[in-house]
């Protein structure tokens, strides 16, 4: 059965209990896909997001999604870092870059949401198309190149954020900047957002931002997070920093963000970002060659997530919390994170392919044990 926070969950079976509104909505969702899949992914994510704003703007109708889609329950609630959340299933980072829709993210039922990646200036990111839907496989990939509006744009909206949500600043450097200086950049981003968010994310693995992945190296990894360190020991409140990894690092590598995780005494690790990786895809392999570079999400990454979490928190002997996120597309997927050592989680590719309920199943199960 699920721990959370140190504690069992208490055996309560909701699917058994009473007729479950999510399996409606769920076959509703599988209606609409079809529609929704023909349009170009960007598109479609931008028009589902705008169906979801409009029908929160209609008096109640918000409070009612609320009820149906957010479980409510103590048997969920963990604290990490200091953080109280209500329930473990959060938002991914890249789903909402400009901290745009945390009012409807919150009418889904996310215990917390990540926004970004966020960068000191706006950048449109790659050439389009840049999105692509991999539906054999219930996978994404990805190289939209940290398109965002800038930290200032971020700290505006922010400022507006729903009261009792927790929201977490996934935070990188410019595609103009070069390595070098790509401390200055984390920095900007890390002092815009701060009296804004809750946690922070330094983001050194996403895949399509070229040579950003070379920060993942020991020694320019240390010096960046102890930098952000001596930011952070200039504030009165202490806001918890995360790390976010790539699902491509070797053991070597991975015993190396042990050691500089606990060395800078930040707060723990996100487990995993996408993948570069292409491996036992269901997809034609000419069809993904002709969709070209770019990270893979979704359930194809889903075992070798659990492998760095699980690796991580032994590695650790669970010294530091870990954030897992790669292929959940139900509860057993959120299961298997949190008994690999996970303390929340989050989901993105699988809200595209499993549809908005899919926050409310995970949560349910979890409760189920």
């Not at 109280?84 to 996310?110: C, E, I, S, T």
């Not at 389009?128 to 700290?155: E, Q, T, V, Y």
């Not at 993942?216 to 790390?243: A, D, G, V, Y």
């Not at 963000?257 to 895809?281: D, M, P």
Request: proline residues 7%.
């Amino acid at each position: 059965m699920l721990t959370v926070g140190g504690r069992a969950c208490a055996i309560h079976s909701f699917f058994n209990s009473q007729p479950d509104e999510s399996h409606y909505f769920r076959s509703m969702y599988k209606t609409l896909k079809p529609l929704i899949f023909r349009l170009q992914p960007e598109k479609a994510h931008e028009w589902t997001m705008t169906l979801l704003t409009f029908a929160c703007a209609i008096p109640g109708v918000g409070a009612l999604l609320r009820a149906f889609y957010a479980v409510q329950s103590d048997a969920l609630e963990v604290e990490v870092a200091g953080l109280k959340f209500p329930n473990p299933v959060g938002l991914a980072a890249g789903f909402d870059k400009d901290a745009r829709w945390l009012k409807q993210m919150r009418v889904l039922g996310f215990g917390f949401v990540e926004i970004g990646t966020v960068t000191p200036l706006p950048q449109d990111g790659n050439p389009k198309p840049r999105l692509f839907r991999l539906p054999d496989d219930k996978g994404i990939i990805n190289r939209m190149g940290f398109n965002n509006s800038g930290m200032a744009a971020a700290a505006a909206r922010l400022r507006r954020r729903p009261p009792g949500l927790i929201v977490g600043g996934n935070i990188g450097k410019n595609k103009i900047t070069p390595n070098e200086r790509a401390e200055s950049d984390y920095v900007q981003c890390f002092n815009a957002l701060y009296d804004d968010v809750d946690y922070f994310v330094v983001n050194v693995s996403s895949p399509n931002t070229p040579g950003l992945r070379e920060l993942q190296e020991k020694e320019p990894l240390q010096k960046l997070l102890e930098t952000l360190m001596r930011e952070r020991s200039k504030r009165s409140i202490e806001r918890p920093i995360f790390l976010k990894i790539a699902p491509d690092l070797t053991n070597n590598q991975l015993d190396d963000i042990v050691e500089l995780v606990q060395a800078a005494g930040i707060a723990g690790v996100i487990a995993t970002n996408t993948t570069i990786s292409r491996k036992g895809l269901k997809t034609p392999a000419e069809k993904v060659e002709h969709m070209g570079g770019g990270g893979l999400s979704g359930a194809p990454l889903g075992s070798r997530s659990t492998e760095v979490i699980r690796y991580l928190h032994e590695q650790s002997k669970g010294a530091f919390p870990i954030i897992g996120v790669g292929g959940i597309c139900g509860p057993e997927d959120a299961q298997e994170k949190l008994d690999a050592g996970a303390s929340l989680v989050q989901v993105y590719s699988g809200l595209i392919h499993e549809g908005p309920a899919l926050v409310k199943r995970i949560n349910q199960g979890l409760i189920a044990g």
